[in-house]
């Protein structure tokens, strides 16, 4: 009976507190999916009678696989670029304690504020080889202008530059914060069996921290696929046209605001999400993603 | 991009404000002053909201307000490519001034409104021509003892004159090469030859003449394949004053070659002639290099006070002033006070307008405003095989393949012959 009574208790306690959650889940989550759904199967100029076809219509549009290729490219760069770069830092930070290590968390983080418009703007800036700082170095590349940069063959690099630099200071330090999470007495285990700062980083530390490393594959991933601000920044002010329709985000929305086509512009919307979905779910299950939480049945 | 709401006095503007919110003035949009200016004189007559927006957001805004069915600017100002697509009925944001504009209105606009006639009526109304003309620097033709080509073929022959002294005969690797070369050629790559059906034939004589006679003159180095507006560009050659003449758009001279931040060309040295002829009247067109439109909402409360105000903001007297005007006006008797400004212009080695006025008559009909995103192809596909160093002749076609994938997205029927 008391124990009846404490789990509906801790029922009860747990609704109230995913309540709210649910309700953001609800009205941000579920119902624009919802939404888009429906849309998806709205008529158009190329569909008269709505359904399915819009999907179809979407896979066979003439910008739709460079915009595949585009992003695929940025992914295997950006990702991989992110997941090792990131693991190797917050590796290596871990192991400056003391004054220094507040600097460089901030040092770390100072790059992440620079986004957007902004981050576009500093990089054109970085790498006009007329403007730029660093022309010398850029002229010794045989970089001499403009166009040698900003041409349609370089711009998955430009685009992973861009975005790593934005993003990869704040994972330094979520992976920092993962570091501190692992128990002192498992290091110092590791030190009294004879293990060096190498080994203790790569068979210790790495595979303890592989879990935050996963679920940070997922948004980083998620993040790739879904690319839109840089190339839409450069096609619409530094170099107009250059990399529209560049991703599969700046399609989508090219049907829904130049082609007046929103049902296919939701189409393409969701088999990114479902893509997105579906790459979670296999990264979660072939890692031990919710395995050794802590959290157990009592 | 300008969007302009208006209402009827402020009893009424109180009645619709919930459907009408103020919005906010940002600066630095050129035809802000123009629309401040009908502001203050319709104060407590008609209520006038400005809004800026990019102008690339033009077709977001309207189709977000489409959907949502409420929020509709009264006017925006944009491309008549925009219109195009608005007065689509699967937008329907355009409305046919044919009713709410007096006839005298179209007469007094000439040719300079045709970009707004879509199968017989006017969906919106011009407010500036960009078309092209020749500009040449008379000091460096003096030092070089050039004459003024008043042909494409006396353009190429003059321009192969300048190689090895230094000098340039211009940048075309941005829509300048569409504007002033494949336009004023009459190339068609957006012909509407039947509703919903666009001539893309980019093996058209009209076409191929363009890339024959500009392709030399890449390969020997006298035109420039990167922008007019490249930094590198301005820094190697417009900043040092080594353009001898550019086609270009009426707007050149004062936005690109007179500012001390752009090429900074000094004031005496500048001219503007005739656009070089491709053939014979009537093969002797003009390109055009942009020029906004007033669109008027089919959903405005106000029908007639909307379009009143687009007619002011094209029509009007101040529409003569530097300050709040400083481009081409499309209509005539605004246009010739704009002259009565610019023909005195110090900067100017020789008054321009002659030309200007002569090329504003001219501005090539073959291709007109479609719905699918003409402008901005010319920037992935045309201008990127230019600056990428390729041949004119494939970015021509790599050009009009992507138009003629493009079309059919936008319900029209492609004609490639």
């Known amino acids: ?298 | 991009m300008l969007v302009l709401k208006v209402g009827f006095g402020e009893w009424l503007e109180r009645s619709r404000s919930r459907r009408n919110p103020v919005t906010p003035v940002l600066g630095g949009h050129p035809r802000v002053p123009q629309a401040e200016a009908y502001q203050k004189l319709m104060a407590g007559k008609v209520d006038i909201k400005i809004e800026v927006i990019a102008q690339a957001d033009a077709q977001t805004k309207i189709t977000l307000v489409n959907r949502a069915k409420k929020g509709w600017p009264d006017i925006i100002f944009g491309t008549a490519a925009d219109t195009a697509q608005f007065l689509d009925p699967s937008n329907g944001f355009a409305a046919d001034l044919t009713t709410t504009v007096s006839k005298d209105i179209f007469t007094g606009f000439g040719e300079g409104n045709s970009d707004c006639l879509f199968d017989g009526k006017y969906y919106c109304l011009k407010n500036d021509l960009a078309n092209t003309v020749l500009w040449y620097n008379t000091k460096i033709f003096k030092e070089l003892k050039l004459t003024v080509p008043t042909t494409m073929e006396e353009f190429a022959a003059t321009a192969m004159k300048l190689k090895g002294t230094g000098y340039s005969a211009g940048a075309i690797g941005d829509q300048n090469y569409y504007a002033s070369f494949l336009q004023s050629s009459e190339c068609p790559l957006a012909q509407i030859t039947a509703p919903n059906t666009v001539r893309i034939a980019p093996e058209d004589p009209k076409c191929t003449r363009v890339s024959k006679l500009v392709q030399p003159l890449l390969d020997a180095g006298v035109v420039d394949k990167r922008s007019s507006f490249d930094a590198g560009f301005i820094a190697d050659v417009a900043k040092k004053n080594k353009v001898a003449m550019t086609l270009g758009p009426s707007w050149f001279g004062d936005f690109v070659i007179k500012p001390a931040d752009s090429w900074g060309v000094p004031a005496g040295e500048i001219a503007a002639a005739n656009m070089p002829a491709w053939g014979p009247a009537p093969d002797d067109r003009s390109g055009a290099y942009g020029g906004g439109v007033f669109t008027v909402s089919s959903h405005s409360a106000f029908p007639q006070a909307a379009a009143d105000a687009a007619v002011w903001m094209t029509t009007s007297d101040v529409m003569a002033k530097l300050e709040t005007t400083p481009t081409f006006p499309a209509y005539g008797p605004a246009n010739k006070l704009w002259e009565a400004r610019i023909s005195v212009d110090p900067y100017y080695a020789s008054n321009p307008y002659p030309a200007m006025a002569a090329g504003a008559n001219k501005i090539s009909q073959v291709d007109r405003p479609v719905r699918f995103p003409f402008v901005a192809q010319i920037g992935t596909v045309l201008q990127a095989g230019i600056n990428g160093g390729g041949t004119l002749e494939a970015a021509q076609t790599d050009f009009a393949k992507s138009l003629q994938n493009l079309a059919p997205s936008s319900g029209y029927t492609v004609e490639t012959k």
């Not at chain 1, 090792?84 to 400056?96: E, F, H, N, P, R």
């Not at chain 1, 599969?248 to 929305?253: D, E, F, G, R, W």
């Open chain 1, 1 to 298: 009976m008391a124990r009846s009574h404490t789990k509906l208790n801790s029922l009860f306690v747990g609704s109230i507190m995913f309540a709210p959650y649910f309700a953001l889940l609800i009205a941000f989550g579920i119902v624009p999916i919802v939404v888009a759904a429906r849309t998806s199967l709205e008529a158009s100029v190329l569909n008269p009678d709505g359904g399915p076809l819009n999907y179809l219509q979407v896979l066979q549009d003439f910008r739709f696989l460079p915009a595949l290729l585009n992003v695929g490219i940025f992914l295997i760069l950006y990702v991989p670029a992110m997941l090792i770069v990131v693991a190797g830092m917050s590796l290596l930070l871990d192991t400056v304690q003391g004054k220094w290590n507040i600097s460089l968390r901030l040092a770390y983080l100072v790059p992440a504020s620079l986004t957007g418009a902004t981050s576009v703007l500093v990089w054109y800036f970085l790498l006009e080889p007329t403007l730029s700082p660093y022309q010398d170095i850029l002229k010794a590349l045989g970089l001499t202008q403009g166009g040698d940069i900003w041409r349609a063959p370089n711009l998955a690099y430009i685009f992973v530059v861009m975005a790593f630099f934005t993003g990869a200071g704040n994972w330094i330090v979520v992976q920092y914060g993962s570091l501190q999470s692992i128990p002192d007495d498992i290091l110092e285990a590791a030190r009294i069996d004879g293990a060096s700062g190498p080994q203790i980083a790569l068979k210790i530390k790495l595979p303890l921290i592989k879990k935050y490393l996963v679920y940070m594959g997922i948004l980083v991933f998620a993040a790739g696929l879904q690319v839109f601000v840089e190339p839409q920044l450069i096609s619409a002010s530094v170099y107009p046209g250059l990399a529209s329709n560049w991703s599969l985000n700046q399609l989508s929305y090219s049907f829904a605001f130049q082609g007046n086509n929103l049902g296919a512009a939701a189409a393409l919307s969701l088999m990114l999400l479902l893509v997105c979905i579906v790459s979670a779910v296999v990264l979660i299950f072939r890692t031990d993603f919710f395995e050794g939480s802590g959290v157990k049945r009592k």
